[in-house]
């Protein structure tokens, strides 16, 4: 069925058509405040203002026009010409009991599909993930997962830096610094520590600078040696990020790194040149915008003076690939804010290129620490993804040990885990991705306000109901007679329809923070109405109804966070 705003705008919409004698469009919205009703309707006063008309006056003639039988809602006109709309308790009943017998809770698939290629997490091989990737990597797998259900083609890749000139240096470090011990344990923290004391070399020694170079030329030419180890570089890079996103429950169809794109490069920049859309300059050739007042000031460096290929090669090889293989209609990159001028200028480049798809920069904020700066450890080093991860695990588990000391081990890590990387996971995604946020182990782990533990948390509780009252198996049947008479049902029964419009709002909107504050709203409204009105203890007539209402609750929190990325409990 169609969501609850797409339903209230085309009946409002053809009223007001109606009323104006040509097709005019209503914006429907949830109000946020219940004075003014459930949902108001926008565009009166515009299509006065066109039409020449007393906007009160249209607003009163569009609602002669609604049919009642038709609307699940009562109507007023408001202000200027506002019409405020209020749901009616019956039609809600009946869209709950409809979403609880639907596998998809009553949200529809979008009516034209697209193939979507969603870019995220992109760490560098060789390197250790740290807490910089973090909010790329989950961010980009929300997003992914929204669409995904929403019935798009989603196609994901993680673009990993796997070329470029730290191979050389690591080469070299690797044939003469190497402690094998080390590497056996932890190859990537020893591959970084080769890396930093070549790089601090060279800066010294140029004959080490000079070996650097030579080893990277002979990588870049297939030299099978060298071919070897950064093969070994990529196999043990490959296999410490998996451990990390096995954590984070986040995957990926391809992993088409930098390397691959590698062949067609020089055709790239070729093409550009033949095509007059780039230019020598100073012996470089680059991308020039003296149309584009915003980036008329900085080129687009393609290739630099000594031949070399940068990122913007790559980035540009990429979006023909993805638009000629992947026939992409959208390429979404889910990367900080900080490159926002690159993917203004990559996507200018690209489109002057002939590329037709949509292209997207999702940027987001920095993660800070108390001081209000970038989040490091003490000694000023990027915190390691992995030890965030462990220390969230380990936090929960004292949580949960100090709440219930006679929990088995194995439950204890298994509630660790989850509510670890929830926490993590939703302290994240609970945030306006285009703002800094402050890092808070306290608020993060918390069993209330808007946390990924009180999701969690509600969940169990909910399931528990279930348990004592022996109903584990409990499901809606069609013929159920649902009621919806207090206050607190039928604010519950309102949130939980939104979800649809909530999901489409991510959609335009890439931003999984709308999402989150959907269920934070569901469970606080649950919340609400489990402490005022009985549920086991409800009479005969009721009781149905009160259950209906706590199953759906479950059913949509569960679904939600997994739509994060994020697992439940049955018991916490």
């Known amino acids: 069925m169609p969501t609850i705003e797409q339903l209230l705008e085309e009946k409002v919409s053809a009223a007001l058509s109606a009323a104006c004698g040509a097709p005019t469009a209503a914006q429907v919205s949830a109000t946020g405040d219940p004075q003014r009703g459930d949902y108001s309707a926008s565009g009166v006063m515009a299509a006065a203002k066109a039409h020449k008309m007393n906007p009160r006056q249209l607003a009163q003639d569009a609602l002669a026009h609604l049919n009642p039988s038709d609307v699940p809602a009562s109507w007023e006109v408001a202000g200027p010409g506002f019409i405020n709309l209020r749901l009616h308790a019956e039609w809600l009943a009946k869209a709950i009991l409809t979403a609880a017998l639907d596998q998809r809770l009553g949200v529809e698939t979008v009516a034209k599909p697209e193939t979507i290629v969603v870019d995220y997490s992109a760490p560098n091989i060789a390197k250790p993930m740290h807490v910089g990737h973090i909010r790329s990597t989950i961010i980009g797998a929300a997003l992914a997962r929204v669409l995904r259900f929403l019935g798009h083609r989603v196609i994901t890749d993680n673009h990993v830096g796997d070329w470029g000139t730290q191979f050389g240096m690591l080469i070299v470090g690797y044939r003469t610094l190497l402690d094998k011990a080390a590497f056996e344990r932890d190859p990537l923290a020893e591959m970084e520590r080769i890396y930093k004391a070549i790089q601090a070399k060279t800066k010294t020694e140029p004959a080490i600078a000079a070996q650097a170079r030579e080893e990277l030329a002979k990588l870049q030419k297939g030299d099978p040696d060298n071919t070897l180890l950064w093969q070994e570089f990529m196999a043990v890079s490959r296999q410490a990020f998996e451990r990390v996103y096995s954590r984070l429950k986040v995957t990926f169809d391809h992993w088409l790194g930098e390397s691959f794109y590698n062949p067609q490069l020089a055709n790239v920049v070729q093409e550009l040149l033949d095509k007059g859309l780039a230019k020598p300059s100073e012996g470089a050739i680059c991308v020039f915008y003296e149309d584009q007042p915003e980036l008329a000031g900085t080129p687009f460096l393609i290739q630099k003076q000594d031949g070399a290929f940068l990122y913007a090669t790559t980035d540009l090889a990429t979006l023909k690939y993805r638009a000629e293989t992947f026939h992409a209609d959208r390429v979404i990159y889910v990367v900080d804010n900080r490159q926002q001028l690159h993917f203004k200028q990559l996507f200018s480049a690209a489109r002057r290129w002939g590329l037709k798809m949509s292209m997207e920069h999702v940027g987001f904020g920095t993660i800070l620490g108390d001081d209000g700066k970038p989040i490091k450890t003490r000694e000023g080093e990027p915190i390691k993804l992995e030890a965030l991860l462990d220390e969230a695990e380990e936090r929960a588990q004292a949580i949960a040990r100090s709440k219930n000391p006679d929990l088995l081990e194995a439950d204890l890590a298994r509630i660790a885990h989850v509510v670890g990387m929830g926490a993590v996971k939703y302290a994240d995604l609970m945030q306006n991705r285009t703002t800094d946020y402050r890092f808070s182990w306290d608020k993060m782990l918390a ?33 159920m007679k649902i009621q919806l008479r ?84 049955e018991t916490m």
């Open 447 to 479: 069993l209330d306000g808007n946390t990924g533990p009180y999701l969690q948390y509600v969940y169990a509780r909910i399931r528990s109901v279930f348990r004592r009252g022996e109903l584990e198996t409990w499901q809606p049947s069609g013929d």
């Open 486 to 569: 207090e206050p607190q049902e039928l604010d519950l029964a309102k949130q939980m329809i939104r979800l649809g419009d909530t999901l489409l709002g991510v959609e335009r909107t890439l931003r999984p923070h709308l999402l989150a504050s959907y269920l934070y709203d569901l469970a606080t409204r649950f919340n609400i109405f489990y402490q005022s009105q009985p549920v086991l203890k409800a009479d005969d007539e009721i009781r149905p109804t009160r259950l209906l209402l706590c199953y759906l609750t479950a059913r949509y929190i569960k679904a939600g966070l997994d739509l994060l990325g994020i697992d439940t409990l």
